[in-house]
């Protein structure tokens, strides 16, 4: 375990030689000290790794600021660039949380893209695909052009097989029913549980060609065509580098119940690995974004014509938005009235 080691460093002297050949800074620079001791907010280890789904991993190795000033976190990044645009407006709401607070409740995003945050992460290419998606990241991925893909597959357990969600067609939700019923007559399986085990057969069989895979790469099959015929299960790896402003963003998207569960996984892993390093801005995040309720201009009126607690549906016909609002009525605890 890392241990959280403060840097002493000098705050008069600041070190002027270069000890590597070529990396002295000019001599017409100028070399300012910290102003105090400093800490690294990652806590001066090389990573921190949490493993995701069965070979997978979001690993944090590296962030800005990684040095901050003892006894604070990389959340002083953000005041301090929120400051030097606000001035002395920041006087009367100058006390840091307030003012992190403050910025999320308002929207005024561009003081977290001063925080940045790299992870090596390995998942299955079907998250690759969603996570992609997120355009604002930098992002350098293993080439399967380059080298062999390794030898590592996304097989979930027979119990976390999904079904086809009935109100979501985009979604799983159910599991299926793999275990016998305690009272069960006969030893023979469930017919849900003989289409789990099916599906994690033809997985199986889908995996089974990473041999062809070898076989013909051996045989002078280029990388580039041989990996046509792997499946999407098969594990990738990229670095991933995002501003802080983006990654909330991605965060909220991928840390909801609509997002599938997998990439929930590992969007949950990276928001563990960071809320430590930021603490302020992830509850500000948690209470004003993810945790919060946007209510809709059809809602707002619903919530106005209240009668006694109970409220009314939408002024609306379409039945998705209409059962949205209900559950938003019951997760509130508020009586529908239809
Ligand atoms: C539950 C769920 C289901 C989804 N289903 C589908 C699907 O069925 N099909 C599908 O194709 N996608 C789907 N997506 C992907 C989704 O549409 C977005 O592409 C993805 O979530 C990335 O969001 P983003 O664009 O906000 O993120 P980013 O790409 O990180 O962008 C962040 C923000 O930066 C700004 N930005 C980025 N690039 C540009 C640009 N070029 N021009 C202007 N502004 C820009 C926008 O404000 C954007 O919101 C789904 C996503 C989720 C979470």
């Known amino acids: 375990m890392a241990t959280d080691v403060a840097h002493t460093n000098p705050t008069t002297t600041p070190p002027l030689a270069a000890d590597v050949a070529g990396t002295a800074f000019p001599a017409r ?80 995003t561009t003081p977290l893209e001063m925080v940045e945050f790299k992870f090596h992460i390995a998942m299955p290419i079907f998250i690759a695909r969603q996570w992609i998606r997120h355009r604002t990241a ?18 979930p357990t027979l119990d976390a097989i999904r079904k086809q969600s009935k ?12 275990s016998p019923a ?23 069989r889908a995996e089974a060609l990473y041999q ?6 051996d045989a002078g099959v280029s990388r580039e065509m041989a990996r046509m ?15 802080l402003h983006n990654i909330l963003r991605f965060l909220s998207l991928r840390m909801d119940g609509h997002a599938q569960l997998e990439i929930r996984e590992f969007a949950t892993a990276m928001h563990d690995l960071i809320a430590p390093i930021v603490p302020m801005t992830m509850e500000a995040w948690r209470d004003y974004d993810f945790e919060s309720m946007h209510l809709s201009k059809l809602e707002i009126a619903a919530m106005k014509s209240a009668k006694a607690g109970i409220v009314g549906p939408i002024a609306t016909q379409n039945k998705r938005e209409q059962a949205e609002w209900e559950a938003k009525l019951a997760s509130l605890g508020l009586v529908k009235g239809w």
Not at 87 to 106: A, F, M, N, P, V
Not at 229 to 242: A, D, F, R
């Open 229 to 243: 015929g792997l499946p999407v299960s098969v594990y990738t790896e990229w670095y991933w580098k995002c501003d």
């Open 182 to 204: 305690p009272n069960a007559q006969s030893p023979a399986p469930s017919s849900e549980a003989l289409t789990a085990q099916d599906f994690l057969a033809y997985l199986d």
């Open 212 to 217: 062809d895979y070898l076989k013909l790469t």
């Open 138 to 155: 930098n992002v350098n991925e293993y080439s399967a052009r380059y080298s062999i893909l390794p030898d590592r597959f996304y097989t």
């Open 29 to 108: 620079a100028k070399a300012v000290a910290f102003e105090s001791p400093t800490r690294d907010v990652m806590h001066n280890a090389a990573r921190w790794e949490i493993k995701c789904l069965d070979h997978g991993f979001v690993a944090l190795v590296d962030a800005m600021p990684r040095l901050v000033p003892q006894g604070q976190t990389a959340d002083q990044a953000i005041v301090q660039a929120a400051r030097v645009s606000y001035g002395q407006g920041t006087k009367q709401i100058s006390e840091d949380r307030g003012l992190i607070r403050y910025l999320l409740r308002h929207r005024h």
């Open 167 to 178: 109100s979501n067609r985009q979604g799983g939700e159910e599991t299926f029913s793999v």
